[in-house]
């Protein structure tokens, strides 16, 4: 069974940083995507960041030069490191899991297989 769990969320100020955590069970990264979505109140989802199978990275124009996907050497974790930031930044943030190993889609969501339950981060002024 494929579980993804986030870590990391909480409520910062302006300015402030972040890691959040993605721990994944069930499933290797190989030949897939790990991203990083997510959602704030009244909007819709958002593509946030994408890491590869082979450490390929791709990020929303928001942000591009402040957040940084990585996962670790054991595939069992991929993270979002995200600093400067702003209140615009609060949403729940959700990992998921795309599998498949091309890249043409790793910005929809609906193309993610598994997803995990979300964690809060709360950014204010």
């Known amino acids: 069974q494929v579980q993804l769990a986030e870590s990391g969320g909480g409520s910062v100020h302006t300015g402030d940083s972040l890691r959040l955590s993605c721990r994944v069970s069930?499933?290797?990264?190989?030949?897939?995507?790990m991203g990083w979505f997510r959602q704030a109140p009244g909007k819709n989802r958002e593509f946030v960041a994408a890491?590869?199978?082979?450490?390929?990275?791709f990020y929303a124009d928001s942000a591009k030069g402040r957040f940084t996907i990585s996962k670790d050497n054991t595939e069992t974790t991929f993270y979002l490191q995200m600093s400067s930031l702003k209140p615009d930044d609060t949403a729940v943030y959700t990992c998921?899991?795309?599998?498949?190993?091309?890249?043409?889609?790793?910005?929809?969501?609906?193309?993610?297989?598994?997803w995990g339950r979300g964690t809060q981060v709360t950014v204010s002024a």
């Open positions: 069930g499933l290797s990264f190989t030949n897939r995507h």
């Open positions: 890491i590869s199978w082979r450490g390929t990275t």
């Open positions: 998921g899991i795309e599998d498949s190993p091309y890249t043409d889609y790793v910005n929809r969501g609906n193309q993610y297989d598994f």
